[in-house]
């Protein structure tokens, strides 16, 4: 059975800092997917990753995936307010099924 | 680009009430969309996948009495929560993604479902 696991679960940090979210699953996988998700709202896709050593970035974000390792990353850049939101990586376990991670809830502080 | 809809966005009824969800893809035809279900500051737990023209895989733990999935066409798949109770009371979001490509799922605006 297919395990995703995000670290941390929850991120406090203050605008103009870098940190970096985990995301490790537990079988093989080629595809992984980043959505961010707002409260009340449904999911925006960030970034999709279907090969191993895909890299991909958009604004003050960079997603990276090591299928070797079951490991991709979502860093963040000089955080700013507006980056507050809850982010899901998922992974696609062969059948088009996403298997979801717990989630990190992101508060960038002013 | 594509699109998936769903309907209604918000509901509120009754305990004991039955209650339809809908998931539409709107410009491409889907043989396969998926249901998933968050509950509150929770991850989205997949539910079933909804095939065209034959029944539904559920997922482990999901009793398909009571979340009836009907996929009668390439566009339209509904949920259906039968006899709801309060701890159905969830934030339900379908996917969908055109049949014979690669192209990653696309996810509806989800549904609100309280049970009072």
């Known amino acids: 059975e297919l395990k995703v696991e995000q670290n941390p679960l929850f991120l406090s940090m203050q605008e103009g800092k870098n940190y970096t979210i985990y995301c490790n699953y537990s079988?093989?996988?080629?595809?992984l997917y980043w959505y961010r998700q707002d409260p009340g709202k449904s999911l925006e896709s960030l970034f999709v990753?279907?090969?191993?050593?895909a890299v991909k970035q958009e604004g003050r974000l960079m997603a990276s995936l090591d299928t070797k390792a079951r490991l991709s990353t979502l860093h963040i850049t000089a955080a700013v307010h507006d980056l507050s939101a809850t982010y899901f990586c998922?992974?696609?376990?062969?059948?088009?099924?996403?298997?979801f991670g717990t989630g990190t809830r992101l508060k960038v502080l002013a | 680009g594509a699109v998936v809809s769903q309907h209604p966005s918000w509901v509120i009824c009754k305990s004991g009430t039955s209650v339809k969800i809908e998931c539409r893809s709107l410009?491409?035809?889907?043989?396969?969309m998926f249901w998933y279900r968050q509950f509150p500051k929770q991850s989205l737990m997949l539910m079933a996948t909804s095939n065209e023209g034959s029944k539904a895989t559920y997922e482990q733990g999901v009793e398909k009495d009571k979340f009836l999935i009907n996929h009668a066409s390439l566009t339209l798949s509904t949920l259906t929560v039968t006899s709801a109770h309060p701890e159905d009371s969830s934030f339900y979001i379908c996917s969908a993604s055109p049949v014979y490509s690669n192209q990653p799922q696309h996810f509806g605006d989800g549904t609100r479902l309280s049970i009072l």
């Open positions: 998922a992974v696609d376990e062969g059948t088009y099924k996403y298997i």
């Open positions: 410009d491409f035809q889907a043989t396969t």
């Open positions: 079988t093989t996988s080629d595809r």
């Open positions: 990753l279907l090969s191993n050593g």
